[in-house]
């Protein structure tokens, strides 16, 4: 393990080199390892911390699709659920998968109105969406307020458990022939004139064909390495945990409508929309806050003391269910809301697949089968141009800075 | 507005009470907030102080000591400068941008209230914060516990928790009983046992002997404890208690209760060294130190270290003073060493505080006394009580005092208790190689019936080397308690497995909690009614 190669300084070359350099062991890092190793790539996936240490162990293991307008977003969602339901099927049950379906929320008509606006623009993108009226919203939530107007559900949002996703994919990947350095910070990249090959760490050089840049929130920092620029930014969300629950208390993932418009907005203030689901622990999961904070770990009153409130406006009985924990997490998060998917023509031999925002674990499957297609020479399924990583101008980043 | 003290102490044990009383002493306005219904903290815990009985003292070191803190605590609450607030816990601690600290507080034991359909019951949510400008957190600790096959059988108990049944309600948690671990505290529950009427069927104890009795530096650091230990001594020899070294509890026995325990000789290193032997029990009383309670200070962001036992402590410089500007700490939570030296740090910490606040102690002769005070916490458990209340008046009348010498003194005395606390930790390791024999099926977390097993496979298969990892793919310390019994012992399991010694990074993760006990969503929703405005509302 990595730790024998601990505090060894820059310099020498490790013995293998690789085809592959996956820099960030998260959920994204972990699913283009698998896909690339599976493609007959040496793999090498190198992380500074522990696997899952990063946002990928401070979410919630959302699999959505009904958080998301039609665009690109939602095509990249659908496809990453094929992936997790046809070539990750067999793998299903390790990491706690579950089609538990969503339930979005509204409390008033005109927000119900809002609701069927935007599944008439889902279901022309393949999503299934069921109406839900006042009368039957019971039937899915027994314990929900009666004082919500509408719903609509999601049959095809699911969870998981996002660290034994990476656990496991990064388990399958080493038995493909990948490996994986924890405990291994990227230092520098090697070049040849303007292309990389490879990447320098505290464990050493490591040559490769082609490095991914997979670092999750940090992989603003990494691509600064090759001097290339990536408008990767911290969003911080809070999640509060419950004490166990009897079984399907919660029974799916219930959200408000405003979340949607949440997830869309580029406002650096707080913003809370309950997020409200069971686990397979017994928990309940109650997310999602926003703001734009920088990596600041302090904990927020103002985003756990709203989550906690409108939590218990969805679902009066939580009032008296005791919080047991909370934790945070920075949401690597672009200003156009799109991930960074895709070869980086500013310096050959580098990829990035990161800035998923709060959506990498759904979307990480196909990141990851899309990436490992492009990296073979293949045709990705799924066009990557609405993420390249030149796309933002520098008026994007300017204006990014203006409201940071 | 809530009113802003000067300071609030957090826990009114040794450390927190001699805080309170002195910061009040030296002039500040005090709130004194703790979890239970009367001051002590563990140490000095007792029976209801209004149905006292005199032999409640028995088993009570430095009692004198407390009750002359007690004394000047109560006549400082009534005159109206101690806001003490008893059966209370923070459950969350929040730096304002004003620079004050407001503490978020729940009743310990909720009353309870009609909770029929159609009744909200919110008329508990939204409790006053205490807000001050500056902290002495004196949390305390609790228990350290090492899984091992049947600890977690009735009738296997906390040595603590034993002791606190004892203490605090005058019960026996058994009949015939087998005390184990590692560390002078096993002497005090043995031999209270057997006060109690109890049966003591061994001391079951890892290391070799007394030896911090017979270390120099222990020795010269606390005289005091030579006869405490020759007290214990005395009554295990009185109740004929065999006193087993460098044994250690393998497993306990029993078909869904205690019944009996196997203990085996083992050598330096813990590895067994002797044939096993069976004694019957009904009561097995289990102690591997203690593990402080860091949940307000890591909330508030002060840095730790780790201690000699092996703990995550944190640390403070020689005014008590944590890494966070205006949050002193003092107690086990800088490092166990017991009620002398925690009555000291409480001291120095608000002494310190005044200092800086700009209130200096212009009357050494109330500083004198508290000295001598202090001295006897450490010292034997001698009859009658000294003079330490007077001082309370005389300061209460006098508002305050303290010199620099007096700091001085206070630091000299800390840092003798510091070294002897070293000294006895060296003597009283957990054995290095505590997990070595440990089957797969042993539950190392109880809340969520995690085996040890169940870490292997996550250690080897799913590549957890750390014990945050550990903890996020087999989920140890998720449960109820959030790691304040398995903590200790998942981040050891974690080094074991990574071949190498626990760090202050593998505790970390399984120290930190928030909120620092659960609450109802009700009161956490409270604040938000109170606090913000509603940006996007529901």
Redesign the interface.
């Known amino acids: 393990?990595?730790?024998a190669l601990q505090g060894a300084g820059p310099g020498p070359t490790l013995s293998r080199s690789a085809d592959l350099v996956i820099v960030g062991a998260g959920v994204v890092g972990a699913a283009a390892a698998y896909f690339a190793a599976l493609a007959g790539r040496r793999v090498v996936v190198v992380d500074r911390g522990?696997?899952?240490?990063g946002t990928s162990?401070a979410g919630e293991g959302n699999l959505l699709v009904s958080d998301k307008e039609a665009g690109p977003e939602l095509d990249l969602a659908l496809y990453s659920q094929a992936v997790w339901r046809e070539d990750l099927a067999e793998h299903a049950g390790l990491w706690e998968f579950e089609a538990k379906g969503g339930l979005v929320v509204a409390?008033t008509e005109h927000s119900v109105a809002g609701l069927r606006e935007l599944s008439v623009h889902q279901r022309a993108s393949g999503v299934e969406v069921h109406d839900v009226g006042h009368s039957a919203l019971h039937e899915y939530e027994p314990h929900l307020s009666k004082d919500l107007a509408g719903a609509a559900f999601y049959p095809q949002d699911a969870q998981v458990q996002p660290?034994?996703v990476v656990?496991?994919l990064?388990?399958l990947a080493r038995g493909l022939g990948a490996t994986?350095r924890?405990?291994t910070e990227v230092t520098g990249f090697l070049r040849s004139g303007d292309r990389v090959t490879g990447v320098r760490s505290t464990a050493g050089d490591i040559p490769a064909g082609a490095v991914l840049n997979a670092a999750g929130t940090w992989a603003g920092e990494v691509a600064a390495l090759a001097h290339v620029a990536v408008p990767v930014r911290p969003r911080r969300g809070f999640v509060?945990v419950?004490?166990?629950m009897p079984p399907r208390t919660v029974r799916h993932k219930v959200y408000?409508a405003?979340y949607v418009g949440?997830v869309a907005s580029s406002d650096a203030?707080?913003?809370?929309?309950?997020v409200v689901e069971g686990t397979d622990?017994g928990t309940i999961l109650?997310g999602a806050s926003r703001e734009r904070v920088g990596f600041d770990?302090?904990?927020s009153?103002?985003a756990?003391?709203?989550l906690?409130?409108?939590?218990?406006?969805?679902f009066?009985m939580?009032?008296?269910?005791?919080?047991?924990?909370?934790y945070h997490g920075f949401r690597p998060y672009c200003p156009d809301h799109l991930p960074v998917i895709g070869a980086d023509p500013r310096a050959p031999g580098l990829w990035h697949a990161c800035g998923h925002e709060g959506a990498g674990i759904g979307l990480s499957a196909g990141t990851g089968k899309l990436i490992a297609q492009a990296l073979t020479g293949g045709q990705p399924d799924l066009d990557l141009t609405p993420f390249a990583p030149d796309r933002f101008t520098d008026r994007t980043q300017d204006a990014e800075e203006a409201v940071s | 507005m809530p009113h802003t003290h000067d300071v609030t102490v957090v826990g009114a044990g040794p450390a927190g009470v001699a805080a309170a009383v002195e910061a009040a002493e030296a002039g500040l306005d005090v709130a004194l907030i703790d979890a239970a219904a009367q001051p002590g903290g563990q140490y000095w815990r007792h029976f209801d102080e209004d149905r006292a009985r005199p032999e409640d003292r028995r088993g009570h070191h430095g009692w004198p000591v407390f009750t002359g803190l007690r004394d000047r605590l109560y006549v400082l609450r009534d005159a109206g400068r101690v806001h003490y607030l008893p059966g209370h816990q923070v459950w969350l601690a929040t730096r304002d941008d004003a620079g004050t600290f407001t503490l978020r507080v729940t009743p310990t034991v909720r009353d309870p209230e009609p909770a029929g359909p159609g009744h909200g019951g919110t008329g508990h949510d939204g409790q006053d914060p205490v807000v001050a400008r500056a902290l002495i957190l004196c949390p305390g600790g609790y228990d350290r516990q090492l899984p091992f096959p049947g600890w977690d059988l009735p009738g296997a108990m906390a040595a603590g928790g034993v002791q606190a049944l004892l203490k605090g309600h005058r019960a026996l948690a058994g009949r015939r009983a087998v005390v184990g671990g590692t560390g002078p505290f096993l002497l005090p529950v043995a031999s209270g046992l057997a006060h109690a009427g109890a049966q003591v069927a061994a001391v079951v104890e890892a290391n070799a002997t007394l030896g911090w009795l017979r270390d120099p530096v222990g020795a010269v650091s606390a005289p005091g404890k030579g006869v405490e230990a020759a007290q214990y001594a005395a009554t295990l020899a009185r109740h004929r208690i065999p006193y087993r070294t460098r044994t250690v509890i393998r497993a306990i026995l029993g078909d869904g209760r205690v019944e009996a325990v196997r203990t085996v000789k083992v050598d330096r290193e813990g590895r067994p060294a002797g044939p096993e032997r069976e004694i019957a029990a009904d009561l097995v009383a289990l102690g591997w130190g203690f593990t402080p309670s860091l949940e307000l200070p890591l909330m508030l962001g002060a840095a730790t270290r780790q201690d000699v036992d092996g703990s995550l402590v944190v640390e403070v410089d020689d005014l008590q003073r944590s890494s966070v500007d205006g949050v002193y700490v003092a107690g086990e939570a800088t490092g166990v060493g017991g009620a002398a030296l925690s009555v000291s740090e409480g001291r120095l910490s608000a002494l310190a505080l005044a200092a800086a606040l700009g209130r200096p102690r212009m009357d050494p002769g109330t500083n004198a006394d508290a000295d001598r005070n202090t001295e006897a916490a450490g010292n034997t458990d001698a009859d009658g009580t000294t003079d330490g209340n007077t001082s309370a008046d005389k300061s209460a009348a006098s508002g305050a005092a303290a010199d620099p010498a007096g700091i001085r003194r206070v630091q000299a005395r800390i840092r003798r208790g510091r070294r002897f606390a070293a000294a006895m930790h060296r003597t009283y390791p957990v054995p290095a190689a505590w997990p070595r024999s440990l089957p797969d099926a042993t539950v190392v977390c109880r809340c969520e019936e995690v085996t040890y097993g169940d870490l292997r496979h996550a250690h080897a298969e799913l590549g957890a080397t750390d014990a945050r990892t550990l903890k996020m793919l087999a989920r140890p310390g998720m449960g109820w308690c959030q790691g304040r019994i398995c903590g200790y012992a998942t981040a050891g399991i974690a080094a074991w497995l990574d071949g190498r010694r626990p760090t202050a990074d593998d505790l970390l993760p399984l120290s930190g909690r928030t909120p620092a006990v659960p609450v109802r969503l009700g009161e956490l929703a409270a604040l938000a009614e109170t606090v913000t405005a509603d940006p996007a509302g529901p």
Do not use: F, N
């Open positions: 393990m990595s730790t522990a696997i899952a240490g162990s409390a660290m034994l656990a496991h990064l388990r994986v924890t405990g509060l419950t004490e166990p408000a405003e949440d203030a707080l913003q809370t929309s309950p622990s109650i770990r302090t904990v009153v103002p756990i003391s709203t906690a409130a409108k939590a218990v406006a969805l009066p939580l009032r008296e269910v005791r919080l047991m924990r909370t």
